[in-house]
């Protein structure tokens, strides 16, 4: 089931980003990810809007948005490849007319997910905080 998170959800889905960041993200210093961490917890959460999926006692994964950008989408390890993040990019498309993303150019997976989505990179960029490039993909294109 999918439905809007709560700020009592927010240090689950801080705990979710985490642990799915690292394995994501090998590329990213483990330590940059702790902090970001508490930050999404604490200071970008509470202005997004942020759903989760639910299977019953447990939130499997989330998306968060700021109007059509998708700020972060992630799925608990053990629930990946699961059709969660389908679903909630679904929800999302349910909401939206258009959606984009930035995908860190190193995260084949998710680029490789994204396109399977109906995504399409249409700029190249750098990060504002991290020494690495990525690329906004936006739907539909």
Known sequence: MIRH??????????DIYHDA?????PFIDPAYVAVDKVA???DRLPLQEAFLYEIPG???????????HINGLFVKVDRQRQG??????EHAKQLQDHLDVRV???????????YAMGFEV???RSHVQLPHDEYLMRWPE
């Open 104 to 114: 860190f150019q190193e995260n084949y997976s998710a680029q490789r997910f994204y």
């Open 84 to 89: 969660i993040g389908r679903a909630l990019i």
């Open 122 to 124: 249409v700029e190249e």
């Open 5 to 14: 998170a709560t700020n009592t959800d927010f240090r689950e889905l801080a």
């Open 40 to 42: 999404l917890q604490q």
């Open 58 to 68: 447990e939130i499997a994964g989330y998306i968060s948005l700021t109007g059509p």
């Open 21 to 25: 960041s690292l394995i994501a993200h």
